[in-house]
């Protein structure tokens, strides 16, 4: 029998609530199944690590990820930290240091949902996103100089490489050719900024050559979101630069009724290392430590793990699961207009893969 060997890395906040959940449907599914099983090994990084060792994971800590077959992540960010030493010493270093460039976000309104579109159906929404994950804006290239002067200047410098922008488009139409439409929106700002984002239209346009099966079009930034609010079903696969994706997916998120749902695969394509699994939400401050997280948006980051493991079934098993527990709206949670707790949503979830008792 398989064993997966899976890192769990909570983190912060109300990532400490849904980890645990994710990591007890996987063990259900596992249970039942009886296929394959899971060695999972926790790892206490973020504020309270920070706290205790000055830093949110040890330094060599990424070689203890390396043998991973995969990680699933909940969220960084601690009330009594700067966001962007928790960000850049925990998401940010595994993300970058182990490449993984490409990183996938889809979204649906899943049934019982109630999105906040009027007009929209569910059908007419279900997009990819495809989010530019190891340059762009996060590149990490600027400075601060004359600190405290009134003469103090900062910047935040793009960087985009050909390599970088090449192998996201072509990990992104690849995408869209599986998918039924073959439909892929490129999202730009290459009116405003006239170098880096003229160059990914260029790379867009070169690369679609290499699939001529898939219709694709160029849409600026602005304009996706008003296309996401007024013409959602016009949409399909969408990529999009590091931080313009990640601004689109939290609206998409929203568009599918809670930020709460939605899942991320952090992936290294061509699997020199291990890929991370997380919900798109943070550390959610106002709500954490009260039983009222979503665990849905980990779960359903769970199915693309599995998807990523190569373990379809259960992939489609555990999907399946989760659409019949939000179906129920008894099993909705607060962000939804419920009142389940998490570990209601979770048990409901697990219980689907039990045996039915004689
Ligand atoms: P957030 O996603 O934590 O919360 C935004 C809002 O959505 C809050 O009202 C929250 O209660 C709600 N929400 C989020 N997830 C939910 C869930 N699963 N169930 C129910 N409600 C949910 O975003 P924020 O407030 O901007 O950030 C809080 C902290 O998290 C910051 O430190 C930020 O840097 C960090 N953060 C980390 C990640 C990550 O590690 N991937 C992502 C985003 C934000
Ligand atoms: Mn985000």
Redesign the pocket.
């Given at each position: 029998m398989k064993t997966y060997k899976i890192a769990c890395i909570p983190?912060?906040?109300?990532?400490k609530e849904?980890v645990p959940a994710g990591q007890a449907a996987l063990e259900a599914l596992a249970t039942a199944g009886g296929s394959f099983a899971f060695d999972f090994k926790n790892f206490g990084w973020g504020g309270d690590w920070y706290r205790a060792h000055g830093e949110m994971m040890p330094p060599h800590g990424l070689d203890e990820l390396r043998g991973m077959d995969a990680i699933l992540?909940?969220?960084?960010?601690?009330?009594h930290?700067p966001?962007h030493i928790?960000?850049w010493g925990?998401?940010l270093k595994i993300c970058q240091g182990f490449d993984q460039y490409a990183n996938v976000r889809p979204t649906r309104i899943l049934p019982g949902i109630d999105g906040p579109l009027k007009r929209c159906k569910p059908e007419d929404l279900n997009w990819i996103i495809v989010r530019e994950n190891s340059e762009g804006e996060y590149a990490g290239v600027g400075g601060r100089a004359h600190q405290g002067q009134p003469i103090e200047v900062a910047t935040d410098l793009s960087v985009m490489t050909r390599a970088g922008v090449e192998r996201i488009m072509r990990y992104a139409f690849k995408l869209a050719q599986s998918r039924p439409r073959k439909l892929l929106t490129v999202v730009t700002k290459s009116n405003a900024q006239r170098h880096a984002m003229v160059m990914w239209d260029e790379i867009a346009r070169e690369v679609s050559h290499e699939f001529p099966d898939v219709t694709w079009d160029k849409e600026l930034v602005d304009a996706c979101t008003a296309r996401m609010v007024m013409r959602p079903a016009t949409l399909d696969t969408v990529v999009a630069t590091n931080l313009h994706a990640d601004i689109l997916s939290?609206l998409a998120a929203a568009l599918a009724g809670?930020?709460?749902?939605a899942p991320?695969a952090n992936i290294d394509p061509e699997r020199r290392y291990p890929s991370m699994f997380?919900?798109?939400?943070?550390?959610?401050?106002?709500?954490m430590g009260q039983g009222?997280?979503?665990?849905?948006?980990?779960f359903w980051s769970c199915v693309m793990l599995l998807e990523h493991l190569g373990e379809q079934a259960a992939a489609r098993a555990l999907m399946a699961a989760i659409e019949r527990v939000t179906a129920n709206t008894t099993l909705h949670?607060?962000?939804l207009g419920g009142n389940a707790t998490?570990v209601q949503v979770t048990q409901a979830v697990c219980a689907q893969f039990l045996p039915v008792p004689a």
């Open positions: 983190g912060d906040g109300i990532g849904v992540f909940g969220s960084a960010g601690d009330p930290i966001d928790t960000l925990l998401r939290d809670s930020l709460g749902i991320t997380e919900p798109i939400h943070g550390s959610a401050f106002d709500i009222l997280a979503n665990p849905v948006g980990t949670t607060r962000d998490t």
